[in-house]
């Protein structure tokens, strides 16, 4: 039995990687996309916003959908749902029909996150939750990352060919996880009503419930959450377009980038990220690691050089891999037992916002000038250093 239950983890794990993979194959072509249809800059991150924003709309339904049909299903149902969006995605010639591509994924992506969760909290044992959560978040990163590489070299070969790929592994996997994940006793959906299950997968209920336990030492650790957020989306969607706009670099340097960004990221989870957690003062680590985005990020503004640019990039990236597990744990730690759902809902719901504003503030701006969106990275991630200065002050007044 043990055997069974650890093999159907490792293939689950493994569907999971495959997934990764596959959802990050168009990425480093939409830059490409844009140009070649002729559309205004700020597409790129008005693309990503859209699908962040029906993301942040349908993954509390999903969530709350997940209680009462299997994960297996609704694993099958969003891998397809978000297959068929990137060929909508592929075949799009316009802004309007792009933004409704990128609408309809986010319908099916924010499902798929959240049925990862909801399987291995449900299904592991208590004695290796921890350990498969840490996995999941591992695969989702690294995962991504050599995805973007993929992706990269598929894109010189032809930029359908990369949505192409993409669907069809999308698809396939989806059958994968209904064949892997074990079957669940299913309540069935007639057991709630429409109005009960709308009614509680309400995405702005994470906010309507932070009353409960709202402190100022909370408001400003979510605070760092909107802004790291912020700065990483606007940072990041900002570098992709930057390499093809302005650098005049191919699908693929932009994939071995982002590979040898997962490759550092994971390595610095491993080793800093854990060192930091265990040893210490992570309040005091948490500054340390804003600002020293903040100036990595200020580099790429006002040093030259291409060399320099990349590398400083790579440094704002691998700080903001170390930064979320440390602030995911300074949230958790600070909460009460019987308000950590609450809490980690509200944490999750901040960090969508700020991926949103990143995303469509980086868009716009970029269109004014191509440094604006690395100079605006600066400012939020110094904003955030301000901030997460000010719970160092507000939590020690507190233990005081």
């Given at each position: 039995m043990s055997m069974r239950y650890k093999t159907r983890f490792i293939a689950f794990f493994a569907a999971m990687v495959i997934f990764n993979l596959a959802a990050n194959f168009a990425h480093p072509v939409t830059p490409?996309?844009?140009?070649?249809?002729?559309?205004?800059d700020y597409m790129f991150g008005v693309a990503l916003a859209a699908m962040q924003f029906t993301n942040f709309l349908v993954s509390p339904f999903w969530g709350?959908?997940?209680?009462?049909?299997?994960?297996?299903?609704?694993?099958?149902?969003?891998?397809?749902?978000?297959g068929i969006a990137q060929i909508w995605f592929a075949f799009s010639v316009t802004e309007f029909q792009i933004i409704l591509a990128r609408m309809f994924a986010g319908l099916f992506t924010g499902g798929v996150f959240v049925s990862f969760l909801t399987y291995v909290v449900g299904k592991s044992r208590p004695e290796d939750q921890g350990k498969y959560l840490t996995v999941?978040?591992?695969?989702?990163?690294?995962?991504?990352?050599?995805?973007?590489m993929v992706g990269g070299f598929l894109g010189e070969i032809s930029v359908t060919l990369a949505f192409m790929v993409q669907a069809a592994t999308l698809l396939a996997v989806g059958v994968l996880f209904f064949f892997i994940c074990?079957?669940?006793?299913?309540?069935?959906?007639?057991?709630?009503?429409?109005?009960?299950?709308?009614?509680?997968?309400?995405?702005?209920?994470?906010?309507?419930?932070?009353?409960?336990?709202?402190?100022?030492?909370?408001?400003?650790?979510?605070?760092?959450?909107?802004?790291?957020?912020f700065g990483n989306t606007a940072f990041d969607q900002a570098f992709n377009y930057?390499?093809?706009?302005?650098?005049?670099?191919?699908?693929?340097?932009?994939?071995?980038?982002?590979?040898?960004?997962?490759f550092i990221s994971f390595i610095s989870n491993i080793t800093?990220?854990?060192?930091?957690?265990?040893?210490?003062?992570?309040?005091r680590s948490m500054v340390s690691l804003t600002a020293g985005c903040a100036a990595a990020a200020l580099g790429t503004v006002v040093l030259p050089g291409v060399g320099l640019f990349i590398s400083l990039s790579v440094l704002v990236y691998a700080g903001y891999s170390v930064s979320v597990p440390v602030l995911q744990n300074m949230v958790a730690n600070q909460a009460d037992t019987e308000q950590k759902n609450l809490v980690m809902g509200f944490f999750n719901a901040t960090k969508s916002l700020g991926s949103i504003a990143g995303s469509m503030t980086a868009g716009f701006i970029y269109s004014l000038h191509v440094k604006?969106?690395?100079?605006c990275t600066f400012v939020i991630y110094g904003l955030g250093a301000a901030a997460a200065l000010g719970y160092l002050g507000c939590r020690k007044k507190y233990d005081l």
């Open positions: 490409t996309v844009i140009q070649n249809l002729h559309l205004h709350k959908l997940n209680s009462y049909i299997s994960a297996r299903i609704s694993l099958l149902v969003c891998c397809w749902g978000y999941t978040a591992t695969i989702q990163s690294v995962a991504s990352a050599f995805g973007y074990r079957p669940e006793a299913e309540k069935g959906t007639r057991s709630v009503s429409a109005r009960q299950l709308a009614r509680e997968a309400n995405p702005f209920q994470a906010f309507i419930d932070s009353r409960k336990f709202m402190s100022i030492s909370f408001a400003l650790l979510f605070a760092v959450n909107v802004l790291i957020n930057y390499l093809k706009d302005v650098l005049g670099l191919t699908s693929s340097y932009n994939g071995i980038i982002k590979a040898a960004v997962g800093l990220c854990i060192w930091i957690i265990n040893k210490t003062d992570t309040r604006l969106p690395f100079a």
